[in-house]
């Protein structure tokens, strides 16, 4: 059997300026070239060789719910909610409650906020 690792997320975006901007200023992402064509998507790195293309569809309908999210672990997850707090980015526990982060029950933080198309974004502190 074939063994898999994880490679990229894509998202459609309304206006890829404003989300490229959105990523790289909540998480410094890098913007990297993008290697598979010359189209207007735009990639940014997280690291490892992982990657998040954003893939500009102005003119489609973006249909999100919280349950449909993407989860990056940081080992400072309080300084990352003083920085949300900095760039007044509202973001709430799994039951939607505002400013709030949630505790599962592994004793892993978490908080969940949307980047300007919508999608769920959570944070935790699981770190390896």
Known sequence: ????????????????????????QVFQLKEIKNTASDSKTRWLSLNE???LHLIPRPNSEIKINKAVHFALSTSDFD????????LKIDYSDWQDTPN??????DGIQQ??????NGYWIEINNAVS
Do not use: C, E, W
């Open 1 to 24: 059997m074939s063994t898999f690792t994880f490679d990229h997320i894509a998202l459609s975006v309304k206006d890829v300026d404003q989300s490229i901007a959105f990523y790289k």
């Open 49 to 51: 060789g992982k990657q």
């Open 79 to 86: 300084a990352f909610i003083k920085h949300l707090i900095h």
């Open 100 to 105: 709030k982060d949630y505790i599962r029950n």
């Open 111 to 116: 908080v969940y906020f949307q980047d300007p």
